[in-house]
């Protein structure tokens, strides 16, 4: 298991040739302090208030990587283009009550807070953002869809491994995740697990939607090598993802949450095929960095 890795400052930026070869050679990228701790805290505050703002008895739907006909239901496959609330597997008892405070059995918000709400605007529509998009030849970035992914404490669920252009697929593919580390994010709460250079393997899966229903088809059956690299980061950190880069991360066991913020962007130059779970009204095109 490699715990080296190489991770890049924001100081070093703008986006520069080691970076480009480091992207090609491993299929992820880490800056360090690319936000500030204001920026994060700011994110997390305008989190809580959107779960303040949400009847946890409106919508049940529970997002669980492990049996995805879980998530087979309007409330998920309409939220491309709204901000829609995600509860833990465990977040209700055999009444249908939650289990705790809401606060702390929330999965995820998603999918399109990065143009919908202003906090999570700001933090998403940037230069800098548009720029290493640029420099990682996405020619005509968008911005596809956003996650505030909570990670609780002792319930946060595993997500279990896959590449992202399984779920957001463009021919050709372009699909590029960043993913922003709002808290610390260590082995103990859930960091995440990568196969150093497994960009380079084929795409394995790739899910459809079928009338309203998904399907998982196989593309190709070889295995995932073994996750060999640990992505712990600080809060703050930047961490690109190539779409095909296997990558994994445990349930939080622990007593500290691992807050964590993604966009997906993908080159609007490729085609998006209906059959992608996620598709946005007409009357909300997808937007840039700058836009």
Not at 23 to 38: A, C, E, P
Not at 75 to 97: H, T
Not at 105 to 118: C, E, R
Request: net charge neutral; glycine share 6%; hydrophobic share 35%.
């Amino acid at each position: 298991m490699n715990n080296k890795v190489k991770h890049f400052s924001k100081k070093k930026l703008p986006f520069n040739q080691a970076m480009k070869s480091f992207w090609d050679d491993n299929g992820f990228l880490i800056f360090d302090n690319f936000y500030s701790n204001l920026e994060c805290e700011k994110l997390r505050i305008r989190a809580s208030e959107l779960i303040k703002n949400f009847d946890p008895f409106s919508h049940q739907s529970i997002f669980d990587t492990k049996n995805q006909n879980r998530v087979d239901d309007n409330y998920f496959l309409e939220s491309g283009d709204k901000i829609r609330f995600f509860f833990e597997e465990n977040a209700f008892d055999e009444k249908g009550n939650l289990t705790n405070s809401i606060e702390l059995l929330i999965n995820k918000i998603g999918h399109a807070m990065h143009d919908l709400d202003p906090a999570f605007y700001q933090f998403s529509h940037r230069t800098d953002l548009n720029d290493i998009a640029k420099g990682l030849e996405i020619n005509n970035p968008k911005l596809l869809q956003s996650m505030y992914i909570f990670k609780q404490p002792k319930i946060g669920g595993e997500v279990v491994a896959h590449q992202d252009s399984t779920f957001l697929y463009t021919k050709p593919e372009s699909v590029i995740g960043f993913w922003v580390a709002l808290e610390d994010a260590t082995i103990d709460n859930g960091c995440m697990f990568v196969v150093k250079g497994g960009h380079k393997g084929p795409l394995r899966k790739i899910f459809k939607r079928n009338n309203n229903h998904l399907v998982m088809h196989d593309l190709d059956n070889t295995p995932f090598d073994e996750m060999d690299t640990i992505l712990e980061v600080k809060k703050g950190t930047l961490v690109l993802l190539h779409g095909r880069l296997p990558h994994y991360s445990s349930a939080n066991k622990s007593l500290k949450s691992r807050h964590a913020y993604t966009l997906h962007v993908i080159d609007a130059n490729c085609d998006y095929p209906s059959f992608n779970w996620l598709q946005r009204s007409n009357n909300m095109p997808l937007k840039g960095f700058l836009d």
